[in-house]
């Protein structure tokens, strides 16, 4: 697969996520919906967080590895957030652990921050203060996934749906252990 076709499919993944998403959100402004959504989601929401960073690890691999796109400082930010989150939302979610989804919450944040920073000095280059590197600036769009999907885009997107998942899947456990 080229990396413009790996992009591709990933946007899909990320929007299919970002939708359901919102449908939950949305549907969860009614209280018997929602309680159906708790319910579902209980216990799993951190399984799917966790498949989510592992799609997210091995998507940042192959962009690395095999398609070549060298990671620019901001990238590897967001891979030392991304990166653990398959341990730590694993092992939580094996061991039901509130410990493990509260961290995995905190991570998936400052995750979610550091992409939200990427994704500004992407498009305002003038943001740069000075800490990127110039032969590998943070501002380079390798791919355009569905002609909107970033490198830096995808990652957001998927720390926002691990931190939706977990913090769910964290307020309706019924059995914590730790």
């Known amino acids: 697969m080229t990396p413009a076709e790996v992009a591709d499919v990933e946007g899909v993944l990320v929007t299919a996520g970002l939708v359901a998403a919102l449908a939950i959100a949305i549907a969860s402004t009614n209280v018997a919906i929602r309680a159906r959504v ?19 690890t091995g998507g940042s691999l192959w962009f690395s590895e095999s398609a070549g796109f060298p990671p620019c400082q901001l990238c590897w930010y967001q891979r030392i957030a991304m990166y653990p989150l ?19 919450i905190t991570i998936a944040a400052v995750g979610l921050a550091v992409s939200g920073w990427h994704i500004l000095v992407e498009n305002y280059p003038s943001l740069d203060a000075g800490g990127c ?16 999907w970033t490198i830096p885009r995808m990652a957001a997107g998927c720390f926002a749906l691990i931190l939706v998942l977990t913090t769910v899947d964290h307020l309706t456990q019924r059995t914590p252990k730790d």
């Open 38 to 56: 708790g319910d579902a989601l209980s216990g799993t929401g951190t399984w799917i967080a966790a498949g989510i960073a592992l799609l997210a």
């Open 86 to 104: 398959v341990v730590v939302l694993g092992i939580a979610a094996v061991r039901r652990s509130a410990t493990g989804r509260i961290t995995g």
């Open 133 to 148: 590197d110039p032969d590998n600036p943070c501002t380079i769009r390798w791919v355009e996934g569905l002609g909107f």
